[in-house]
């Protein structure tokens, strides 16, 4: 039997200092930021509805992709190979729907209505007085949110772990460190910002590195043939089977529903751009994941045995071949592009976590119209994101799942519960805050129930079952429900063709 050489995780200065340089420029935009960001909670959490196109598009994209692309994706291709890329297809062909459609009302609507957040717009769309629709919103999403970001620190321990040679444990409090000071300090606009340079390094590390690792090899023909000796599965894109493929492209039901990628759609100065937007995260989504596929392929060419991997783990797999093969000041910056896409996400998840409990718990329903001020509302909202990180920290003491099957779960609580009642009431005038209500339950209760059901989960995944029902939840219960009045008059309003309404709604506030 064949022997195969364990990877041996080394140090290198020049890697060390192009991490720190990529810290450094991250601190720099952070203060840059915080003067703006402190002056309000419309301007911490969605930067005062005054990003541009191309900002937006970056920041929603790396936002939504994290260290789930980086590091869960190249390692689920380094098991299953090229059908791994139908996961990329799935969300891809969904963001591109909601940049062109859904982000343009959404944009219309919360700015018209001075809305913040998603409880915030479902509140005022129903003009739900008892605030139901705003506590449940925000259990769901403190719920999922603080397990997105469990699995953004998890994989920031892999990632320090594989390329320092830290103990997985300190590289996820190095990680939680790094997030948490940056999103107390910089808010909103620190945060995309950051994820527009952020974006830049994720595309360069993602596409230049499946080239450098092919070359070194031989070729894309030789990677393929020896892939396909050691599994002939590898090289087949349909080899997932029907419940597999409906599973991997059934992932991109989740981007309506995510609060952290709406709040980009929220937060653009001019919904015109939305357009632009679509086509540059587009492109920018397909070159990723195809780079992301390519990785893992390779990955396994150069390492046939998963315990050639550190700890035995198919998620080490992209700093390993990056530090193997890239000059250590390039691999410094592909260490921090992994970085990178865990902040993006997690910064921006804590954001959405504590805007549902200071703006939508705090201050609508706790202090009941009382006057405070903007800082103040700021000054709590830090608060809470400490507290957010705790509890995170404290979900992954306990978390035996994977960076990529702990995001899924995440995102398909999030998909499943927002997504649905999110679209009918953006697009069907006879939705009511009880339907609303249904589905966000629904969408929740079976996205648990189906994850913990072990012959459930192994038929399919959870969203796609969880999006159905909430869906048919919202109609039903809707159809058999009193609709508030004027609804039509609005939707008709928010629609883009209208542009002379648009104006007219504008200048009014």
């Known amino acids: 039997m064949e022997e195969y050489q364990v990877f041996e995780v080394t140090v290198n200065p020049w890697t060390v200092v192009a991490f720190l340089f990529y810290l450094l420029l991250m601190i720099i935009i952070g203060v840059y930021s915080v003067r703006f960001s402190s002056s309000g909670i419309g301007e911490f959490f969605i930067g005062g509805r005054k990003m541009k196109g191309f900002v937006v598009a970056l920041s929603a994209v790396v936002s939504g992709r994290s260290a789930w692309l980086v590091l869960g994706v190249t390692g689920m291709a380094y098991v299953q190979g090229l059908s791994a890329v139908w996961a990329i297809v799935g969300y891809t062909i969904v963001e591109l729907y909601m940049f062109l459609y859904g982000a343009k009302r959404l944009r219309r609507y919360t700015e018209r209505l001075d809305n913040v957040t998603v409880p915030d717009f479902f509140a005022s769309r129903f003009r739900d007085s008892t605030n139901m629709l705003r506590v449940a919103s925000g259990i769901v999403i403190i719920i999922f949110m603080i397990i997105y970001v469990a699995a953004q620190f998890d994989a920031g321990g892999k990632a320090f772990a594989s390329s320092f040679g830290f103990t997985n444990q300190t590289g996820v409090l190095i990680t939680a460190l790094i997030v948490l000071l940056y999103t107390l300090v910089g808010g909103f606009l620190a945060v995309s910002l950051t994820d527009v340079v952020q974006a830049i390094f994720m595309i360069i590390a993602l596409f230049i590195m499946p080239i450098v690792a092919v070359f070194n090899y031989g070729g894309l023909h030789a990677i393929l043939q020896d892939a396909a000796a050691i599994d002939a599965l590898m090289v087949d894109p349909l080899s997932l089977g029907i419940g597999g493929l409906i599973g991997f492209i059934g992932i991109g039901l989740g981007s309506p529903g995510n609060p952290h990628i709406l709040a980009r759609y929220m937060s653009i100065d001019d919904p015109k751009q939305l357009r632009i937007s679509a086509v540059i995260a587009t492109v920018w989504n397909v070159?990723?994941?195809?780079?992301?596929?390519?990785?893992?392929?390779?990955?396994?060419?150069?390492?046939?045995?998963?315990?050639?991997?550190?700890?035995?783990?198919?998620?080490?797999?992209?700093?390993?071949?990056?530090?193997?093969?890239?000059?250590?000041?390039?691999?410094?910056?592909?260490?921090?592009?992994?970085?990178?896409?865990?902040?993006?996400?997690?910064?921006?998840?804590?954001?959405?976590?504590?805007?549902?409990?200071?703006?939508?718990?705090?201050?609508?329903?706790?202090?009941?119209?009382?006057?405070?001020?903007?800082?103040?509302?700021?000054?709590?909202?830090?608060?809470?994101?400490?507290?957010?990180?705790?509890?995170?920290?404290?979900?992954?003491?306990?978390?035996?799942?994977?960076?990529?099957?702990?995001?899924?779960?995440?995102?398909?609580?999030?998909?499943?519960?927002?997504?649905?009642?999110?679209?009918?009431?953006?697009?069907?005038?006879?939705?009511?805050?009880?339907?609303?209500?249904?589905?966000?339950?629904?969408?929740?209760?079976?996205?648990?129930?189906?994850?913990?059901?072990?012959?459930?989960?192994?038929?399919?995944?959870?969203?796609?079952?969880?999006?159905?029902?909430?869906?048919?939840?919202?109609?039903?219960?809707?159809?058999?429900?009193?609709?508030?009045?004027?609804?039509?008059?609005?939707?008709?309003?928010?629609?883009?063709?209208?542009?002379?309404?648009?104006?007219?709604?504008?200048?009014?506030?």
Request: glycine fraction near 8%; hydrophobic fraction near 50%; proline fraction near 4%.
């Open 287 to 509: 070159l990723m994941g195809w780079g992301a596929v390519m990785i893992g392929v390779a990955g396994r060419a150069y390492f046939p045995e998963v315990d050639m991997l550190p700890a035995g783990d198919t998620e080490n797999l992209y700093p390993v071949l990056a530090q193997q093969h890239l000059h250590p000041v390039i691999f410094g910056f592909v260490l921090a592009a992994i970085i990178a896409a865990i902040m993006s996400t997690a910064d921006s998840q804590l954001l959405v976590g504590a805007s549902s409990c200071v703006r939508d718990i705090y201050q609508r329903m706790l202090l009941q119209g009382k006057q405070v001020t903007q800082k103040q509302l700021v000054f709590v909202s830090r608060i809470v994101i400490v507290i957010l990180v705790v509890l995170a920290l404290g979900v992954l003491e306990i978390a035996t799942e994977h960076v990529f099957w702990l995001v899924l779960y995440a995102w398909s609580g999030l998909g499943a519960s927002f997504g649905p009642p999110l679209l009918l009431s953006l697009f069907w005038a006879r939705a009511t805050k009880w339907g609303v209500l249904a589905g966000l339950i629904s969408g929740t209760v079976v996205t648990i129930v189906w994850n913990e059901t072990t012959y459930l989960s192994d038929m399919m995944y959870e969203l796609i079952p969880a999006f159905i029902t909430s869906t048919i939840a919202v109609i039903i219960v809707s159809l058999l429900t009193e609709a508030p009045s004027g609804v039509r008059e609005e939707l008709e309003l928010m629609k883009p063709r209208y542009k002379r309404h648009s104006i007219k709604l504008r200048n009014s506030r």
